[in-house]
C-alpha cells in the first residue's frame, strides 16, 4: 500500500486546460484564452484552476479586467512567474 496522494494541479498547461472545461484545444484558443490569465513559470505558460472556475462561474465569454490601476502600458518582460494577460487572437 502506497501512502502517496495524488496531486491535484493549481494550473493547467494549455491542453490540460482545455481538455479541464471539456473541449478542445482550437476552442479553448478561440473562446476562452483571450478571458483568462495565465502565468509563467520560466518559459512555460499555465492557467490557473482559479481562473478557469472564474471564467466558468461569469458565464463564460467575460472579459479579464486588470488590477493595475496605471495606464501605463506593462513590461515586455513577465519573468518570475507574473500574471500576463492574454492578447486577442
Same mark, same amino acid.
Given at each position: 500500500m502506497s501512502?502517496?496522494?495524488p496531486v491535484?494541479?493549481?494550473a493547467y498547461q494549455r491542453q490540460d486546460a482545455a481538455?479541464?472545461? /471539456?473541449? /478542445?484545444?482550437d476552442t479553448f484558443d478561440r473562446?476562452?484564452?483571450r478571458y483568462v490569465k495565465c502565468v509563467y513559470v /520560466?518559459?512555460?505558460r499555465v492557467w490557473p484552476v482559479a481562473e478557469l472556475e472564474?471564467?466558468?462561474?461569469? /458565464?463564460g465569454a467575460a472579459p479579464?479586467?486588470?488590477s493595475q490601476k496605471s495606464k501605463r502600458p506593462?513590461?515586455?518582460?513577465?519573468a518570475g512567474g507574473m500574471a500576463h494577460e492574454e492578447p486577442a487572437p
Open positions: 501512502d502517496e496522494r491535484i494541479p493549481l481538455a479541464a472545461l /471539456g473541449i /478542445g484545444v473562446h476562452v484564452r /520560466g518559459s512555460t472564474r471564467f466558468l462561474a461569469a /458565464g479579464v479586467i486588470s506593462r513590461a515586455a518582460s513577465t
